[in-house]
DNA sequence: TATTGTTATACTCTATAACTATA
DNA sequence: TATAGTTATAGAGTATAACAATA
């Protein structure tokens, strides 16, 4: 250790190029909303997969998991999996369709709409604080945006 | 098959909850960027990850590997398996720094520096595509809301 | 003793193939 | 034959532990 003291980062890199390339922002800021995600929903054993997952049946009843995969841009049988365990934990129903006895129908348990419902408490202060650095109208713009990127 | 026709998808779903939700609506926009970076870039054989790599030792030569690895939030010993793949493929050299013998330096090789002189051409139609639905103004706004987001 | 880079390894997430049952 | 769901399995991506060389 001689000269050259600078707090704890090492060299003022250059960054310009890929603060202005959009796919690299947004796969970052992704990571950061994941990392604070865990942080906030710790106690909740929940992830973002199975939030987006109970979130869907919630407004959905009776939702087949095909839709479910679809539209969470899952393989089926990645799912599949995770609903296994969410009927596993009890927060989740599956019951056949009677008009077609392929399809599967999913349903939230009581215990599961309770979940969701706290979940859902939590999700405020989590988002207030990823965009914070935004103004109440900014973040309305930005979703707005997201969704014209990507229409669902 | 009896009636209830609809083209191919099922339901319209409700999806308001998830659309509002700032974290679920990234993380979908972030997949449509990776899976139009694969279309976009098949045949030159890279990845968001190493194209990443690339413009910041092009831009930094001599950047550790530690400092790439915060930079793009990998964990150091993952970084170093794409290091050694980029080294292999003769887009990358390392060397020891004269100042600190424990110190990698990174810098592109002829071979990278075309490389990634030819992805950034890419890049351009590319990004067009995927903000397609973006003004050129309002794509500014994003990317300015993403570095307040994340800033780097 | 602390730091940089590296290897080995385990774990999670994602993708593909094949099977069951119903249509 | 085609479709919805499921299982099994392989692969990619990510995280943790331990080590070597140097400070």
Redesign the pocket.
């Given at each position: 250790?001689k000269a050259n003291q600078q707090p704890a980062s090492?060299k003022p890199l250059n960054l310009r190029a890929l603060q202005n390339t959009p796919g690299f922002m947004i796969r970052l800021v992704q990571l950061k909303f994941f990392e604070g995600f865990y942080e906030q929903f710790a106690e909740m054993g929940i992830?973002p997969?199975s939030y987006a997952i109970l979130a869907l049946v919630r407004d959905n009843p009776g939702v087949?998991?095909?839709?479910v995969?679809g539209l969470l841009?899952?393989?089926?049988?990645?799912l599949?999996?995770m609903?296994?365990e969410l009927e596993s934990a009890g927060l989740i129903k599956?019951s056949r369709s009677k008009?077609?006895?392929?399809?599967?129908?999913l349903v939230l348990t009581p215990k599961g709409n309770k979940l969701i419902q706290e979940a859902a408490k939590i999700s405020e202060p989590y988002n207030r604080r990823m965009l914070a650095p935004l103004s109440e109208a900014e973040q309305g713009t930005l979703i707005e945006m997201l969704n014209r990127i990507l229409p669902l």
């Open positions: 250790m090492k992830s997969a087949a998991p095909s839709s995969a841009r899952l393989q089926l049988p990645n599949i999996k609903l296994n599956r008009a077609d006895r392929r399809a599967v129908e």
